[in-house]
């Protein structure tokens, strides 16, 4: 999966395969448009295009632009919809493998264990020390404080995506339940999950990427945001990057795992759990493990 990519200017070091990130977004355009699916709007300030950390790892920056969070599904009384604005942020391809988390943390506490699937059996509080520990290997300003858990989002380090950033980063630009459409029908073509997989993770960008090249949004493993959970949240968010409530004692989880339903897999399904929980306490609704992925400011000035 890695890229040609050439330099950019920045604070951290990127660096750039835009090419390779106008075919990738291109090619999802004219699959959605020839299966008769949802193609992405143009709404977003700027295209998604892939980057190269000083670190090694890709991460694809994505651009600023309103959507609409939540669904009107009968069901689900915490998803309300409503109109977010989401400032461009930078976020991993990929989820993190196990190889990167105990290249930073000098261990691994996946069950499955195999260098290129999912760091899974993840508290979200080595989620965010892995943040910390990522950002201090590239010299960068770490946004969480360990005693505290309070989040710096003006460090220029790495941190969990806030909610509305995950969703945003998930649909891509599109407005269906999934990001190929309004049923789960091509579902097993993008995610491992209960259709195609109900045994453990599997490695990491196998399946199709969404239409801004992120793999694995849906399925594999759940993916911790930094957010607390509120199931009435969105009725008192804030337009514009929203953050969570300044309080509760949940986090929350998307995108389901290699053991969810199709219905749990859609872009604005929302799950909560206890932050130090460990996979052997997770309940039949949560089905496997938790894993994540780390987003961060974009670069400063980019060619």
Partial sequence: MSDPTTPICGRRGFSLGAATAFALSAAAFLLCASCGEESPPGAADGAARTLTTAGGVEMVRLPGGWFVMGSDTADQVDETPHRVY????CIDRCEVTQEEYERRMGKNPSRWKAKRHPAEQIRWADAVAYCNARSRSEGLRSCYDLRTWA???DADGYRLPT???WE???RAGTTTPYCFGRTPAKLDRYAW??????????AVGLKQPNPWGLYDMYGNVWEWCNDRYGEAYYASSPEKDPRGPAKGQRRVLRGGCWNSRPAVCRS???LDEN???TDVCFG???HGFVGFRCVCAPPIAEE
Wanted: proline letters at 9%; one cysteine or more; hydrophobic letters at 20%.
């Fill in 86 to 89: 989401v400032s461009p942020f």
């Fill in 168 to 170: 945003y980063a998930c």
């Fill in 284 to 286: 039949a609704d949560t």
């Fill in 275 to 277: 932050p130090g929980y």
């Fill in 151 to 153: 989040c710096d989002f």
């Fill in 193 to 202: 999950c209960k259709v195609n997989c109900t045994t453990r993770p599997r």
């Fill in 268 to 270: 604005s399904y929302r």
């Fill in 163 to 165: 909610e509305a950033e």
